[in-house]
């Protein structure tokens, strides 16, 4: 299980910067022209894990797979997108396939860079975005509603779309119906302003580590998001560094972790993921699986099969697995359990699962 992020934001925020910053690459065109970036780029990111590292080491594993997260480019909306302006329903259609949403917003002032509006205003811009894609969900649910197609609807998805309009229809936020319907009624729904969101503030280089009066203005306004303070120029410096040279280039700069790690800790959190680690000579690895699976679901993630025919896992935390130095020796030390299928899988469970035939 991996999962996608889409970034989002007005054109010449710096998408494509701190797109080609997170993935490493110069895969994304970086313009200072509105609408450079027309079919989404992708890119496939390894997830740092310190604690896969020293676990795989312990193991003398011949191969390390780290979980992976997938970053998407996509175009830069406009005011009118969900009535088909600028890329309109093409960038609507690229944000449906993502599983949370990076708002990226302007916080900073330059004349260099070309604005679509006249004044710098991160609020704004986060609200135009939000607008269209709350338009966007107007849309689809009075569709979905119609009464010829009602009636291949199960009751629950109808109350659930009903709700969800009369709550636009009222102005409130949407976010209220996710206490009132169960995660896969939701999900299924595939409504754009329910996705989990991430708020970044591209700040100067000067406003680094703690932002300035726009970001500000961000964390005042959106209390109850996650709002991330990074400079898209600095990141994509640092991931052009060889690896030696980053540390010391976050340290002249005031930043602790990267850009990249900021977010795929805001995205774990958004989504309710978390991880579990398998380790052996042949390859210690990192899999990752939503919060409060068991252990039949956990091995289901590897292979289907697991958790057909699951029997037992033997299970250690890191934290023992590495004081210990691995799973015969936690054993001998009485810290590895024998766990059933109905274990609720805690993160960084260091796991070996026990099949039938």
Same mark, same amino acid.
């Given at each position: 299980?991996? #999962? ?21 690459? +110069? ?5 200072? #022209? ?8 992708i890119?496939?990111v ?22 992976? @997260?997938t970053f ?8 009118g ?10 960038f ?34 986060i ?14 649910l009075?569709?979905r ?5 009602? +009636? ?25 119906? &996710?206490? &009132?319907?169960?995660k896969?009624?939701? +999900? ?6 329910? +996705?989990?969101? @991430?708020?970044? !503030? ?15 203005? !961000? ?9 991330i303070?990074? !400079? ?58 939503? $919060? ?10 590897i292979?289907?099969? #697991?958790k ?9 935390s890191?934290?023992? #697995? ?7 020796? !936690? $054993? ?26």
């Amino acid at each position: 299980m991996s #999962f996608k992020c889409g970034i989002v934001g007005l054109p010449n925020v710096g998408k494509s910067t701190l797109f080609n910053a997170l993935t490493a690459s +110069k895969q994304a065109q970086a313009e200072n #022209f509105p609408f450079c970036t027309i079919d989404p780029n992708i890119g496939i990111v390894s997830v740092p894990d310190n604690r896969l590292e020293k676990i795989s080491s312990i193991s003398q594993s011949t191969k390390t797979i780290n979980a992976a @997260i997938t970053f998407v480019d996509i175009a830069g909306l406009v005011k009118g997108a969900s009535k088909g302006e600028g890329l309109g329903n093409k960038f609507l259609s690229h944000v449906r396939e993502v599983d949370t949403i990076i708002h990226l917003t302007r916080c900073f002032d330059s004349e260099k860079i070309l604005n679509v509006n006249n004044s710098v205003d991160p609020i704004r811009d986060i609200e135009i975005i939000e607008t269209e894609i709350l338009l966007a969900d107007l849309e689809s649910l009075e569709k979905r509603l119609e009464k010829n197609k009602k +009636k291949k609807m199960e009751e629950d998805e109808i109350n659930f779309l009903e709700e969800c309009l009369k709550l636009i229809g009222k102005g409130e936020n949407l976010e209220i119906i &996710k206490k &009132k319907f169960e995660k896969n009624i939701i +999900k299924k729904s595939g409504l754009l302003s329910l +996705k989990p969101k @991430i708020i970044v !503030c591209n700040v100067d280089e000067n406003s680094l580590p703690g932002g300035n009066k726009y970001s500000d203005m !961000c964390k005042k306004k959106f209390i109850n998001e996650n709002v991330i303070i990074v !400079c898209a120029d600095i990141e994509d410096q640092i991931m052009n560094l060889q690896e030696k040279d980053r540390k010391d280039f976050m340290v002249e700069s005031g930043i602790k972790i990267t850009g990249l790690e900021n977010l795929i800790r805001a995205g774990y959190n958004a989504l309710g993921l978390s991880t579990f680690f398998t380790s052996g000579p042949e390859e210690s690895r990192a899999w990752t699986i939503e $919060k409060n699976y068991n252990a039949a679901e956990a091995a289901g993630v590897i292979h289907t099969d #697991f958790k057909k025919k699951f029997i037992r896992a033997e299970t250690v935390s890191t934290a023992d #697995f590495i004081k210990h130095k691995g799973f015969n020796e !936690c $054993k001998v030390s009485g810290k590895l359990r024998l766990e059933g299928k109905d274990y609720i899988v805690n993160d960084g469970d260091v796991m070996l699962f026990r099949t039938g035939a």
